[in-house]
């Protein structure tokens, strides 16, 4: 199959176009709501190959379907977690190539042949990452919602080198929101870790 | 009180959380997480207009979308018995009575739930439906129509108004506070799955299983037994889980209609509409005092905004009536209704609003009377009596949070006459404000399981919503048992489990406490038992002098290994279950938890904008259990505070009754960059009333006052005091 890589904007688009009709007159409505029924296209499967955690997984999704829920509903990796699907609160942050995405703003045709680590693949075996045993001994978390966004970006954070300062590491973080407000034990960690 | 010398504990690697590991691998599984076989999806559609009655439902475009199974309507849904008939419906108070009325209440208002075979096909489908309606006018406008509302009397008017119509320092103001939004992390989900024609199985987000079962028990006329609720791991709540949810029933309605289960997950806009709200207020306060800094009086009005389908009243004046000494006190409320969805409890409920108002009329005072607010408050507490009931504080050690708090931030530092610290562009001030809550508890379940190997499994349904609820559990029974840390495992948040209240209201810990101990006490006694088939000595043991290890029970030196006792008297498992609530103590004593809240910020006087530097919070929650989850848990509650004084609000467009901006994105509450370090300490001293553990709750307090600290720290910066929250910098700018 060729690759091609689709944009949620693309449906975005779409669907902001569709909502215009609500100011169009009437006469042109019916026109159009002809061709908004052409618009309404059948599903279309993908498929396609993707490393998650170092497996290989032969997907066969909607060409819909985000990397978000792509795991959390197609392959049962629910560590990833779902917290506003609009790119506003860092939950579902992976790693795709070594390089922190959110899932959520991301086709999953869009990762085809793309190495993915989610929460679950970032422990060895039983051996938990630095990152994650930091967060349990800072008790960098409460509900734990927030847990699996929050160490994945940590890691990245560490990895790209943005911890020189309390305020440097809050300023990185600011994109994975805590609604518990576990904040003091989330920069300890990190620190913890850049040491 | 039981506390032994433990065993240690060995390879307790790492020191955390009980469900530590399960949170940071993602393994531990929240509602939405289960896997349920041959399970499909529901997406709600929601109204258009935000008042009228539905003419018609198109629904032709979405059931052309592959994969759509059905559509609910208020046309097409399963017979619920508790919904028979308009007054089963009335009898239900369950609020909005979802697909069983045409009548609009809301803008969102669910009219539809399209069930399809993946999220992709449901969300789609829903997109297509759309609906006819006769539109009615709604209003949606606080601010115009709580005038029209007259206030009365929230419980007993102490003294009289006229006895302090001549002191001579007195401050009257008004104050407002916006919506505001719980919105957990995790959105409201629901799996539900029918398991035969009268069984019922619920994976769902709560904050009580118990409270949740027997709503659906009574609306399906089903056992409550009958109804298995599972929240094992809860992703925040903050009281939005407190109550039972239209999407929930609706989840459950789509799973009979379709006989398959059926997993919903609220959008992140439909977590503004569905699943409550702190509601707007309004509040005057006219406080009065002599010329010594005394309290002569307070009136205290509030209004806040409810819906028109459903009341609901926040208690804003409670707190009023309890923290300090004032001879003459009035309080009145009114609420509002008007064409939004039904707010409930939020963090704090009313008292977190009602401390906005009362703790920034203090600090007007001081400054008319030139008085140092700490000591302003220090010399009007009512620390020895609640001042409502005349009934001695078990404890209270507020008086102390002031003082430890002033010395944490350096409270000598601050400037008495506002505006006179700058750095630069930035101009620095300090502000304080206290937080009390009414220390509650409240009748709960446990059971300890014991296995052979010594090892015990401690059960209650109480839910945990990231308090640390289950480690306290562990906590607990470590101290009142003698058993390693490591052998004690915990189940929680499944209502086949003893029965436990809901957690809210800072009253988790304080009941589930009490029943973790009666259960270590009863688990002793019934191994002591069949001890005493071994050994005489055991006959007349009490579980206070019972010890028990890793290895074996002993009293006064005799030790009997589990292996022995297993063996001889042929054991399995050993159960003990017993539940525990309050007593006779609270005729006696009143009980409470509060918090000293202080902070220095810095005020940009070119952009307004508020940077907080330091904040400092001191709690009294009694005896604390486990350090590190509390001070995360008051830490947390301070990010709220921060939230409600700076950014949070979700305004209303009052024209067509929609939210503006009703996402994350929108909606602001404080981001790691927002908040300081918070210092957080604690008093640490035991209720020795309260329960077995001595431990008061902690999670309100955290957050009561601490907005009224931020706003009287920018005060005392600038000189410009602000009486509507959130305070934004163009406010700042404007003022
Ligand atoms: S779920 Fe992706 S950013 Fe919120
Ligand atoms: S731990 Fe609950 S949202 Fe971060």
Redesign the interface.
Same mark, same amino acid.
């Given at each position: 199959m060729e690759k091609q890589t689709y944009s949620r904007r693309f449906f975005l688009t779409t669907?902001s176009l569709?909502a215009t009709f609500a100011f169009i007159p009437e006469s042109v409505k019916a026109f159009y709501s002809n061709v908004k029924?052409l618009v309404?296209r059948?599903?279309e499967e993908l498929r396609f190959l993707v490393t998650i955690n170092k497996k290989k997984y032969r997907i066969n999704a909607?060409s819909?379907?985000t990397l978000l829920?792509l795991v !959390?509903?197609q392959l #049962?990796?629910?560590?990833?977690?779902?917290?506003?699907?609009?790119g #506003?609160?860092g939950?579902c942050t992976v790693h795709v190539d070594g390089q922190r995405v959110l899932s959520c703003l991301t086709l999953a045709a869009m990762v085809q042949d793309k190495n993915v680590t989610?929460?679950?693949g970032?422990?060895d075996g039983d051996k938990?990452h630095p990152m994650?045993?930091a967060?349990?001994?800072c008790?960098g978390? #409460?509900?734990?919602?927030?847990?699996?966004g929050q160490?994945m970006s940590a890691v990245a954070c560490v990895n790209e080198g943005h911890t020189g300062s309390?305020?440097e590491?809050?300023?990185f973080?600011?994109? @994975?929101?805590? !609604?518990? *407000? &576990?904040? @003091?034990?989330?920069?300890e960690s990190i620190q913890k870790v850049a040491r | 009180m039981g506390f032994f010398d433990n065993q240690p504990d060995i390879q307790h690697i790492?020191?955390? !959380?009980i469900?530590?590991?399960?949170?940071?691998?993602?393994? *531990?599984?929240?509602a939405?997480?289960y896997?349920v076989n041959n399970q499909c999806y529901g997406v709600l559609v929601g109204s258009s207009v935000a008042a009228g009655t539905i003419k018609s439902i198109s629904l032709d475009?979405a059931k052309?979308?592959?994969?759509v199974i059905d559509i609910l309507t208020h046309q097409h849904k399963p017979f619920v018995p508790g919904f028979a008939d308009e007054a089963k419906i009335k009898e239900a108070h369950f609020g909005l009575p979802i697909f069983y009325t045409d009548k609009i209440y809301f803008k969102g208002q669910p009219i539809a739930m399209v069930i399809a075979e993946?999220?992709?096909?449901a969300t789609?489908a829903a997109?297509?439906v759309s609906a006819d309606y006769t539109i009615d006018k709604a209003n949606v406008d606080f601010d115009k129509s709580h005038p029209g509302i007259a206030a009365s009397n929230t419980g007993k008017e102490r003294g009289s108004l006229d006895s302090w119509s001549n002191v001579p320092y007195v401050t009257e103001a008004e104050y407002t506070i916006q919506n505001e939004v719980? +919105?957990?992390?995790?959105?409201h989900a629901t799996i539900a799955q029918w398991t035969s024609d009268d069984k019922l199985k619920l994976y769902d987000k709560n904050q009580g299983v118990n409270n949740v079962q027997r709503t659906f028990a009574k609306l399906w006329n089903i056992p409550t037994g009958n109804i298995e609720v599972i929240s094992e791991?809860?992703?925040?709540g903050?009281g939005s889980g407190l109550r039972v949810w239209p999407h929930t029933f609706a989840t459950i309605m789509a799973a009979r209609q379709v006989k398959r289960p059926v997993k919903l997950?609220l959008? !992140?806009p439909q977590m503004f509409l569905l699943v409550g709200y702190r509601p707007a207020s309004w509040q005057k306060i006219k406080i009065g005092a002599d010329s010594n800094g005394q309290f002569a009086g307070i009136w205290h009005i509030a209004k806040h905004s409810t819906s028109v389908y459903e009341n609901f009243e926040d208690g804003i004046t409670r707190i009023t009536r309890m923290v300090y000494k004032f001879s003459n006190l009035k309080t009145e409320s009114a609420i509002v209704p008007l064409n939004l969805s039904a707010p409930t409890w939020m963090r704090g409920p009313g008292d977190c609003t009602g401390a906005f108002a009362v703790e920034c009329a203090i600090d007007e005072l001081s400054y008319q009377l030139k008085q140092d607010p700490v000591e302003l408050r220090l010399k009007n507490l009512a620390i020895e009596k609640d001042p409502e009931n005349g009934k001695t504080w078990s404890t209270n050690f507020l008086n102390e949070g002031i003082q430890k708090g002033a010395t944490m931030i350096n409270w000598k530092n601050r400037q008495p006459v506002p505006g006179q610290e700058t750095d630069g562009d930035w101009k620095i001030g300090y502000g304080m404000a206290v937080g009390m809550w009414g220390a509650g508890r409240g009748k709960a379940g446990a059971s300890i399981k014991m296995q052979r190997d010594g090892t015990i499994t401690v059960r209650t349904a109480m839910t945990d919503?990231?308090?640390?609820t289950g480690t306290a559990m562990q906590n607990i029974a470590h101290d009142f048992t003698g058993i390693s840390k490591n052998n004690i495992k915990v189940e929680l948040g499944n209502s086949n489990l003893p029965p436990a209240p809901s957690q809210g209201g800072s009253t988790g810990l304080s009941s589930i406490s009490g029943a973790v101990v009666a259960t270590c006490e009863a688990l002793k006694q019934k191994l002591a038992g069949y001890a005493s088939l071994q050994n005489d000595v055991y006959k007349d043991a009490l579980a206070k002098d019972i010890l028990l290890s890793d290895t074996g029970i002993s009293y006064k030196a005799n030790f009997i290994s589990y292996a022995s006792l297993w063996e001889k008297n042929n054991l399995d498992l050993v159960e003990a279950e017993a539940s525990s609530g309050p007593g006779e103590e609270r005729q006696k004593f009143s009980f409470c938890s509060s918090a000293a809240h202080f902070c220095r910020v810095r005020v940009h006087s070119k952009t307004g904008k508020v940077k907080i530097d330091k904040m400092v919070c001191v709690v009294d929650g009694g005896k604390i259990v486990n350090e590190? &989850?509390a001070? +995360?848990?008051v /830490?947390?509650?301070? &990010?709220?505070g921060i939230g409600m004084a700076l950014m949070e609000e979700q305004p209303v467009d009052t024209r067509y009754g929609s939210l503006v901006g009703n996402?994350?994105?929108g909606y602001h509450?404080?981001? @790691?960059?927002? /908040?300081p370090?918070?210092e957080v300490a604690f008093i640490n001293k035991p209720d020795v009333n309260i329960n077995p553990t001595g431990s008061k709750g902690l999670g309100e307090v955290g957050i009561i006052g601490s907005a009224a600290a931020i706003a009287n720290a920018i005060y005392n910066a600038t000189g410009k005091r602000l009486r509507n929250l959130p305070i934004t910098p163009d406010k700042i700018l404007q003022a």
């Open positions: 669907s569709l029924k309404i059948p599903k909607d819909r379907t829920d !959390r509903e #049962q990796l629910t560590g990833t977690k779902k917290g506003c699907d609009h #506003q609160c939950a989610t929460i679950e970032l422990a938990l994650q045993q967060f349990i001994e008790d978390f #409460q509900c734990g919602y927030c847990t699996p160490i309390v305020e590491i809050k300023e973080m600011s994109g @994975n929101l805590c !609604r518990c *407000g &576990a904040y @003091n034990g989330i920069v | 790492p020191e955390g !959380r469900e530590g590991i399960a949170k940071v691998t993602g393994s *531990g599984k929240y939405a997480e896997k475009d052309q979308v592959a994969g993946t999220l992709e096909e789609y997109s297509l719980h +919105n957990p992390m995790e959105m791991f809860v992703g925040g903050f997950m959008t !992140r919503i990231g308090t640390g590190k &989850a001070a +995360n848990q /830490s947390g509650a301070a &990010a709220g996402d994350l994105a509450f404080a981001v @790691n960059a927002d /908040s370090i918070v």
